[in-house]
């Protein structure tokens, strides 16, 4: 059993990718190719807003919308303290101060009421994380950030395709980004992002950061990056495009009967989805107590789990806040456990799944899984 099964996407699509590739090759527009502009106008018809700048990856990504709204040293950018180390890293990077916030137990997105508290005079931006594929409580942070004049960068990393009241991920707040690292559910054969806004003057300073700053050739008007997405990788996500929702509504039906199979096994499916959200799954994770030793009676079982996230950001060791307190992160990093998930997952894998993970708790003790506390 796979943990994400890449290869059966491939074999739907690859004649569609044989043709994108050697296309092309044929060309040989390798950086900036015109693959890139189709698909950065695409992916901004998709979302459902004026612009898309493809990027080398979605750290970057990060870093390039921060460094496009000039915020830099002396300023701090609101981050949750349960995502990947990007969100935090990129605050970092562009030499401001990360300041951590605790998550909704429920859902596991940034916690909207707990954002006045961390708002200080030096406070210019939230970040929310759409985690595991659903967006954070969107309208609530931007009533916090416009009462502040604070900006909102939205890292929907995880969640492209998904939808907040009927509104795209990516198109919820005046920037956003997400990534194309291949096991996303939108993912590439290699690194690659893209940014999203509707502000023209900040899509503009977008492009100039992306691409070292250069208004015209060897002419640079600020400071910027090399940031650019592959021509082939964009061919590529070109091709898988055509088949992204068919394979979101699999996703949303592989989550659906976790959720039916852990309720009859009497494990709590965790997180839960907020009102008006859609998720694209891209994880499907549950909290257990005891996690290494049922993870290790899975993989004896053939199943392979992930975890995400097993260390809060505020005590990783190059981003450690000593002073920050995040209970509910620190509970669910502790108890985390992701399951294979991904569109070509059948029923009769799900079962196999959750009949072994219902035994290894069994095993541990437990009669059952912890939910969202």
């Known amino acids: 059993m796979q943990f994400i099964d890449l290869a059966a ?8 990718l ?11 527009r390798y950086v900036l190719g015109p693959e890139v502009e189709a698909l950065e106008q695409r992916l901004a018809d998709y979302v459902g807003v004026a612009h898309c ?56 997105l940034l916690d909207p009421a707990l954002l006045e508290a961390a708002i200080t005079p030096r406070t210019r931006a939230i970040m929310p994380v759409s985690m595991f594929g659903q967006c954070a409580d969107m309208a609530a942070i931007g009533e ?8 909102v960068v939205e890292d929907a990393a995880q969640s492209f395709g998904a939808t907040q009241h009927g509104w795209r991920s990516g198109s919820l707040s005046r920037v956003a980004t997400t990534s ?37 050739r060897y002419h640079h008007v600020r400071l910027g990056m090399n940031s650019r ?33 852990l309720g009859q096994a009497g494990i709590a499916a965790a997180p839960v989805l907020a009102p008006g959200n859609t998720s694209v799954y891209a994880q ?28 809060p950001l505020n005590r990783q060791p190059a981003l450690a806040e000593p002073d920050s307190r995040l209970p509910v992160t620190d509970a669910v990093c502790e108890a985390i456990l992701s399951l294979p998930m ?11 799944v959750v009949e072994a993970l219902a035994a290894a708790l069994a095993g541990e003790g437990e009669g059952g899984g912890t939910g969202a506390a």
């Open 9 to 16: 996407q491939q074999a739907r699509i690859k004649p569609q």
């Open 144 to 151: 916090v950030a416009s009462r502040h004049g604070l900006a």
């Open 342 to 352: 991904h569109p070509y997952l059948e029923a009769e894998q799900q079962e196999r």
């Open 229 to 261: 997405l592959d021509t082939l990788q964009a061919a590529v996500l070109l091709a898988k495009l055509d088949l992204f929702d068919e394979e979101v509504a699999l996703r949303q039906a592989a989550a659906q009967r976790y959720d039916r199979l």
């Open 53 to 108: 700048i493809g990027c080398a990856n979605g750290t970057d990504a990060l870093q390039i919308a921060l460094m496009a709204l000039d915020i830099g040293p002396g300023d701090e950018v609101i981050v949750p303290g349960f995502t990947f180390v990007a969100s935090a890293e990129s605050v970092a990077l562009v030499g401001a101060r990360p300041v951590y916030v605790d998550i909704d137990p429920h859902t596991y």
């Open 284 to 311: 499907y994770s549950i909290r257990v107590a005891n996690r290494e030793a049922v993870q290790q009676r899975l993989a004896e079982a053939g199943i392979p789990t992930a975890v995400h996230y097993p260390v």
């Open 180 to 216: 194309f690292f291949p096991s996303k559910p939108l993912g590439a054969y290699g690194d690659g992002g893209a940014l999203f806004t509707d502000d023209p003057e900040l899509a503009e300073a977008i492009r100039l950061v992306a691409r070292h700053g250069e208004a015209k």
């Open 18 to 28: 044989d043709a994108a590739i050697a296309r092309v090759l044929a060309h040989g």
